[in-house]
């Protein structure tokens, strides 16, 4: 009698768990062909070739300028103020008589820090915010919704001049907190309907079906599958900032001398616009550049992860 009861426990049990091992499978299978499909879309697109190799210069001279220069940033003679591009200086010397060049790829390396910090910062408040709003909807989403939109409805521009500007000691810390408090909504709102529509799909029903917690169907399920158009727009995100940065550093509020950023390099090349253009052609050319390399990207890696955006 106890072995048909084992026998009749088991055979109960079997349905259900092979059912479960069905729908583990089949998501695990789903994902590796999504990203696979991805990386072979992206090898194939020039675009995104292009701009990976400016990314993978621009990251290099950032992390380590000494590999691009020799020269000190900081070794500055008067005596060569506002010297023109020449064999010795490739990018001519700024105000204060420092090689720009090096002054410019220096420079690189707080731009970008404050690009990839708030961006980093903005993706964990975006995700998790995102993810409790699209999961559990009604009342949660409803606060969530609600807070984004009084965020959104202040032009982040507008409130790190305002903020920033009542901070005596600014750093990337500080402008990188500043940035992540105003400019989380678009992405938490990306993430948010990217979870609604993973919320339904068959994997998550039978989950639910097959007694998951909503912490285990939200990190096996949910979280996994929404995080695509997430990761192209923060890579798209990061251009963004870098140019908000130089923006906000030119008017004043951004980081403050010692540091070194292109933003400060196009703030003291102001008054020298007409007269000496080189000490801000270079510094904007590079926020440029830098900018289109992550915006493009960003657009590269979006399609190839959105199925409906392929051809």
């Not at 009084?150 to 600014?170: G, H, K, Q, T």
Request: glycine share 8%.
């Amino acid at each position: 009698m106890s072995d048909t009861a084992l026998h009749t426990q088991d055979s109960s049990r079997e349905p259900g768990q092979q059912s479960q091992t069905e729908v583990q499978d089949a998501k695990h299978t789903e994902e590796a062909s999504l990203w696979a499909d991805a990386w072979r879309t992206l090898r194939k697109n020039p675009w995104f070739i292009v701009a990976a190799t400016l990314l993978v210069v621009l990251l290099a001279m950032a992390a380590f300028p000494q590999l691009f220069t020799n020269t000190d940033p900081r070794e500055c003679l008067l005596s060569r103020s506002r010297q023109g591009p020449s064999a010795a200086h490739w990018f001519g010397t700024d105000v204060q008589g420092c090689d720009y060049y090096t002054r410019v790829l220096y420079g690189a390396r707080n731009s970008i820090a404050i690009g990839f910090i708030t961006t980093i910062g903005v993706f964990v408040v975006a995700v998790v915010m995102g993810l409790l709003a699209g999961y559990f909807g009604r009342m949660v989403d409803t606060v969530l919704a609600r807070l984004a939109d009084m965020v959104f409805a202040v032009p982040y521009i507008l409130a790190a001049l305002v903020f920033l500007n009542s901070i005596e000691d600014r750093g990337v810390t500080e402008v990188s907190g500043i940035l992540i408090c105003f400019t989380w909504p678009v992405m938490m709102r990306l993430m948010r309907g990217s979870v609604l529509s993973v919320a339904n799909t068959e994997y998550v029903v039978a989950a639910r079906a097959l007694g998951a917690g909503h912490l285990t169907i939200m990190r096996r399920h949910i979280l996994p599958n929404s995080l695509g158009p997430v990761i192209g727009y923060a890579t798209v995100f990061v251009g963004i900032i870098v140019g908000a940065e130089a923006t906000l550093t030119y008017l004043g509020v951004g980081l403050q001398l010692p540091s070194i950023s292109w933003g400060l390099q196009l703030q003291n090349a102001q008054p020298y616009l007409q007269s000496h253009p080189h000490l801000i052609l270079f510094p904007l050319i590079f926020v440029g550049v830098t900018v289109f390399a992550f915006m493009t990207l960003g657009d590269a890696v979006r399609d190839a992860i959105d199925p409906k955006g392929r051809k």
